[in-house]
C-alpha cells in the first residue's frame, strides 16, 4: 500500500517511523523482499562528503558609518577577493576563490594553501575573519574604503548557497600520457599509475533516487551539519545519460542546487581543500532522506555498489570530451576494493571523497528523524528527469563581434 509524506510525518512525530541508511537497507530487501521492505520502512536516510566546487556564501555585513557601497568595487576576506556585484553591503565568495596569483607558482609545490573554502570554514568555526572593501563613492554612500574584522555571529545573513553539488555518479580518472598531470580528481601518475573517484556509490543521495522520484525544489536536508534545501537542480544537471535497467546512471548525470543557514553549520561538515596544480574547493556534508512512499522507491533506494558503473576516463585528453567506455567502466564495489583492471593492467584506486564520513551523515540524519527532530518536505516541484534529454552542452565558441565604435 503506498504511503505519503504527510503520513510518514505523522509517524515520525509520533516517534513510530522506521528509518534505515542506505546500508542497512540493501540487508533489509534482501531478507525480506522488496514488497515487505517497502511496507516497513518509512525513510531511508543517504550522505556524501567530497570537494564540491560549486560552492559558495553570501554574506550582508551591515551598513557602516558613513555608509559604503562596496556593490561595483572590490572587497576581500583574508585576502581572498569576494564577488560584489549586487548590493551596497552584500557579497558572495566561491570556494575556489584565491588570492591574485597563480597558484602552480607559489612558493609551495603547486598551489595556495588557503582560499574561499577554508574562509568559509573559518567563519563556521567563529573565527574573525579580515574584511576589506571599497567603493568608489556616491552621494547616499559617500565611504570609499573599510578594514575591520567579522565574525558569523555579527553578520545580518549568513548563507551557503552552492549551485552544484551532489553529483549523481561521476567519472574515475586516469592518467594515459607520460608525465603526471594535476585536476581537480587529484594527482594522476602517467601511464595508468593510478585511478581516482569521487563518490559515496551506495550512500550517495542521487543514486539512490536515480529518477527524482523524491528529491525536488523544496526537499529538506542535512547540509553542512545543519538544515537546507534544495532550491533547484544543479548547474550541469544532465538527466538524459545513459543508465542500467534500474535506472542508475552510468556517466555523470543529475546535480542539486542548494542553501542553509551558514550559522546553523559545523566546520566537522564544511572544510576548505587545496588540491595540488588545482587550487583550493569546499568539502561539503550533504544527507537527503527518502520517504518510501511504494516499493519502486525502495528497489531504487536499495541499490549497491555493484550495480553502479562509472566511466574510466583519461583526464590527459580525454576530458571533457568523454567518449562513453573508450576505457571501460567498472562498478563501485571493484573501486572500493582498492584496484581496478584498465587496458589490461591492474592499477590502484583511490576515492577523493568519504565513504566513512558519508556514513556518518546518514546515520546522524536517521538518528535526527527518529527523534522526531527533522522532518520531511514535499517538493513543490519535482527535477527535470530522465525524459528531459541530454541537457548539458560544451560551450559553442564564436568570435567576438565589434558593437559599438564602427
Known amino acids: 500500500m503506498a504511503k505519503t509524506i504527510k503520513e510518514i510525518n505523522e509517524r515520525i512525530k509520533k516517534g513510530k517511523a522506521v528509518v534505515v541508511t542506505a546500508e542497512e537497507v540493501i540487508e533489509l530487501a534482501e531478507k525480506k523482499g522488496t514488497k515487505k521492505a517497502a511496507q516497513e520502512v518509512d525513510v531511508v536516510t543517504t550522505g556524501t562528503f567530497g570537494p564540491m566546487c560549486?560552492?559558495?556564501a553570501y554574506f550582508n555585513f551591515g551598513h557602516t558609518k558613513?555608509?559604503?557601497?562596496?556593490?561595483?568595487?572590490?572587497s576581500f576576506l583574508n585576502n581572498v577577493p569576494a564577488y560584489t556585484g549586487f548590493a551596497a553591503v552584500d557579497?558572495?565568495?566561491g570556494a575556489t576563490a584565491i588570492p591574485d596569483g597563480d597558484p602552480r607558482n607559489s612558493v609551495f609545490p603547486g598551489e595556495f594553501n588557503y582560499g574561499g573554502g577554508h574562509v568559509i570554514e573559518d567563519l563556521v568555526n567563529g573565527k574573525d575573519v579580515a574584511f576589506v572593501g571599497t567603493g568608489y563613492g556616491t552621494d547616499c554612500y559617500p565611504r570609499k574604503h573599510v578594514e575591520t574584522l567579522i565574525n558569523i555571529k555579527d553578520l545580518n545573513e549568513a548563507v551557503l548557497f552552492n549551485p552544484r553539488n551532489g553529483y549523481q555518479n561521476y567519472n574515475v580518472a586516469?592518467?594515459?600520457?607520460d608525465k603526471v598531470?594535476?585536476?581537480y580528481m587529484g594527482m594522476l601518475q602517467p601511464r595508468l599509475g593510478n585511478a581516482n573517484y569521487c563518490s559515496a556509490g551506495q550512500?550517495?543521495?542521487l543514486l539512490n533516487d536515480p529518477l527524482y522520484k523524491t528529491i525536488g525544489i523544496g526537499t529538506r536536508i542535512f547540509l553542512g551539519g545543519g538544515i537546507?534545501?534544495?532550491?533547484w537542480n544543479g548547474t550541469q544537471h544532465n538527466p538524459g545519460v545513459k543508465r542500467t535497467p534500474g535506472g542508475v546512471p552510468t556517466s555523470p548525470a543529475g546535480t542539486l542546487a542548494v542553501m542553509g543557514d551558514l550559522k546553523q553549520m559545523s566546520p566537522q561538515w564544511l572544510k576548505g581543500a587545496s588540491f595540488t596544480g588545482y587550487g583550493v574547493t569546499l568539502t561539503v556534508g550533504i544527507g537527503?532522506?527518502?520517504p518510501i512512499l511504494n516499493e519502486e522507491i525502495l528497489v531504487h533506494a536499495a541499490v549497491k555498489d555493484e550495480d553502479i558503473k562509472a566511466q574510466v576516463v583519461d583526464y590527459s585528453q580525454s576530458y571533457p570530451q568523454v567518449q562513453p567506455g573508450s576505457l571501460g567502466e567498472v562498478n563501485y564495489s571493484q573501486l572500493k576494493s582498492g584496484t581496478i583492471e584498465v587496458n589490461g593492467k591492474k592499477i590502484n584506486t583511490g576515492g577523493i571523497s568519504s565513504y566513512a564520513k558519508a556514513r556518518e551523515i546518514a546515520q546522524s540524519l536517521k538518528q535526527s528523524i527518529e527523534k522526531g527532530a527533522f522532518l520531511l518536505t514535499e517538493p513543490v516541484a519535482l527535477l527535470p528527469s530522465a525524459d528531459a534529454g541530454v541537457t548539458f552542452k560544451l560551450l559553442n565558441e564564436r568570435p567576438l563581434r565589434k558593437t559599438r565604435g564602427k
Open 66 to 74: 558613513p555608509r559604503i557601497k562596496v556593490g561595483g568595487g572590490t
Open 174 to 177: 586516469v592518467n594515459l600520457s
Open 54 to 56: 560549486s560552492s559558495g
Open 181 to 183: 598531470i594535476y585536476t
Open 203 to 205: 550512500l550517495s543521495p
Open 288 to 290: 537527503i532522506p527518502i
Open 228 to 231: 537546507g534545501y534544495v532550491v
Open 91 to 93: 557579497i558572495y565568495i
